[in-house]
Nanobody
């Protein structure tokens, strides 16, 4: 079955960087787009990055220029490099793919605080 396992979250000071990873299994990874979402307490889940099977990327304005999504199809892994982190980036970050239905990882907490 489809499994998505995130890692790499933690506590970081404003302005610093973190790299999240999402290891995927149970499907033909290279054939599907992968997404990173985030959800902060009391807020709706928000798409923060998307990468297609062909490597095209999308970012909303809130993270464009600071976040970079990438994928390694040989490792069935998608990454999210987050630079210049801000307190408002604090959230649970979730990996997602859509194969007839949505599949989600368990999420990894990112806390940006001094």
């Amino acid at each position: 079955q489809v499994q998505l396992v995130e890692s790499g979250g933690g506590l970081v000071q404003p302005g610093r960087s973190l790299r999240l990873s999402c290891a995927a299994s149970g499907f033909t990874f290279r054939s599907y787009a992968m997404n990173w979402f985030r959800q902060a307490p009391g807020k709706e889940r928000e798409l923060v990055a998307r990468i297609t099977s062909g490597g095209y990327t999308y970012y909303p304005a809130s993270v464009k220029g600071r976040f970079t999504i990438s994928r390694d199809d040989s490792k069935n892994t998608v990454y999210l490099q987050m630079n210049s982190l801000k307190p408002e980036d604090t959230a649970v970050y979730l990996c997602n793919t859509q194969i007839a239905t949505d599949y989600w990882g368990q999420g990894t907490q990112v806390t940006v605080s001094s």
